[in-house]
C-alpha cells in the first residue's frame, strides 16, 4: 500500500471514529438527561421539613395515591383519608415511573392499621418484572411485627433484609404512624415517626425492569387491598428526604415548633452519626420539637454506705487566742 493510500485509510478510520464516538458522546448525554428529567416536580407545604426555610421546597418525585387514583374518603385533622376498594390496585409500571427510579430515593408513607388487619402481611409497595419477578418491595407483617425490603442484586441475585428493632412495634399500635425508608447506594435506612430505627449494609443494586407492573397496600396472601386507612405514599427522588421531613402531621401529634429553643433547625439525624449500621438506633431526637411535661418529684434514694475511718492527725495552732472549736 502506497503511503497516500496509507494516509486515505487512516483519514477514514479517525472518520470513523470520531463518528462513533461522537454518538456515543450523544447517547450518554441523553441518558444523563433522562437521569435528571426522571422524577416530576411535586410540591409539598414547608412545614413537613425539619429544615424550613422561606424558600418553597423544590422536590421530585411520585404520588402514589394520585397515580392510581384512589378516591378520596373523609378528612382527618384537615388531612384526606383515601379509599382503597376492594379491586386490585396494580398498573403498568411504565404508567407510574414513565422514565425509571433514580438508584437513591424515600419512600414516606403515613397509614393506621385496623383491629382486622394489624396481624396481615401485605405490600406498601412491590415492582416486578414481566415473568413476575420481584425487582423491589416493601413487605408490612403484622403476625412478626416486622418490615422487609428486598430488591435486585447487580448479579440478578435477590437482596433482602428484615428490619424487627423493637421501636417498629408501634406500627402495628392501631395509631397513626409514618413508616420511611432511604435507600442509597450503600444503606438501607427505616424510619418510622421521623426516627430514625435502624440501618443495613447493602450489596450494590441493578436497575429496575419497569416492564412489568406496580402495586400498593397489597396484601400477600390473595393479592387484594389491604384494609388500612391510608393518607398519603410519597417516593421521593431523594434519599436525604425521609431524614429531612418531621411527623407534626401525624394525627395525635403534639409538636409545638420546629425549631430550637435559639431558632434554629433541630439537627437532622446525620449529626448523631456514625452508629453501628446492622444494630437498632438509640433514641436521639423526634423530626419536631414535642412539648416536655415535667413529672412528679421521686422518692429519696437509700443512705449510702459507711465511709472507712480515717488516720488520727493532730493540728496545733500557734496563736492560742484562735478558737479552733477542738479539744484536746
Not at 409539598?44 to 423544590?58: A, V
Not at 425492569?209 to 427522588?237: A, N, S, W
Request: glycine share 8%; aromatic share 8%.
Amino acid at each position: 500500500m502506497s503511503p497516500v493510500e496509507d494516509m486515505t485509510a487512516l483519514l477514514r478510520w479517525t472518520a470513523l471514529l470520531w463518528v462513533v464516538n461522537g454518538v456515543r458522546f450523544a447517547g450518554g448525554m441523553a441518558v444523563n438527561d433522562r437521569k435528571e428529567n426522571t422524577c416530576p416536580l411535586l410540591v409539598l407545604e414547608e412545614t413537613r421539613f425539619t429544615d424550613t426555610t422561606s424558600e418553597p421546597q423544590e422536590l421530585t418525585g411520585f404520588d402514589l395515591t394520585g397515580k392510581f387514583l384512589l378516591r378520596k374518603g373523609p378528612d382527618t385533622e384537615d388531612r384526606p383519608l383515601f379509599r382503597l376498594g376492594s379491586r386490585p390496585l396494580i398498573k403498568l409500571s411504565e404508567l407510574v415511573f414513565p422514565d425509571g427510579l433514580p438508584n437513591e430515593y424515600s419512600l414516606v408513607a403515613t397509614f393506621r392499621l385496623r383491629k382486622t388487619t394489624k396481624k396481615d402481611r401485605w405490600y406498601l409497595w412491590q415492582i416486578f418484572d414481566k415473568t413476575g419477578s420481584n425487582q423491589v418491595s416493601l413487605v408490612v407483617d403484622g403476625a412478626k411485627k416486622v418490615v422487609e425490603f428486598s430488591t435486585k442484586g447487580l448479579l440478578k441475585n435477590s437482596l433482602y433484609y428484615m428490619f424487627k428493632s423493637r421501636d417498629l412495634q408501634a406500627l402495628f399500635d392501631r395509631q397513626w404512624h409514618t413508616l420511611g425508608i432511604a435507600v442509597q447506594t450503600s444503606i438501607i435506612s427505616v424510619y418510622l415517626d421521623c426516627k430514625l430505627i435502624e440501618r443495613r449494609l447493602t450489596e450494590e443494586r441493578s436497575s429496575m425492569d419497569m416492564k412489568g407492573r406496580t402495586l400498593i397496600t397489597t396484601r400477600t396472601q390473595d393479592g387484594r387491598p389491604v384494609d388500612i386507612e391510608l393518607q398519603e405514599i410519597f417516593i421521593f427522588c431523594d434519599a436525604d428526604i425521609a431524614e429531612r421531613m418531621n411527623c407534626c402531621e401525624i394525627p395525635g401529634s403534639k409538636c409545638s415548633s420546629l425549631d430550637g429553643p435559639n431558632g434554629t433547625a433541630l439537627p437532622t439525624v446525620t449529626s448523631y452519626l456514625p452508629r453501628m449500621l446492622t444494630q437498632p438506633v438509640l433514641p436521639t431526637g423526634d423530626g419536631c420539637q414535642c412539648t416536655a411535661v415535667k413529672g412528679d418529684q421521686g422518692l429519696p434514694g437509700l443512705p449510702g454506705s459507711k465511709g472507712e475511718k480515717g488516720d488520727k492527725v493532730r493540728i496545733s495552732f500557734l496563736l492560742p487566742a484562735l478558737d479552733t472549736g477542738l479539744t484536746s
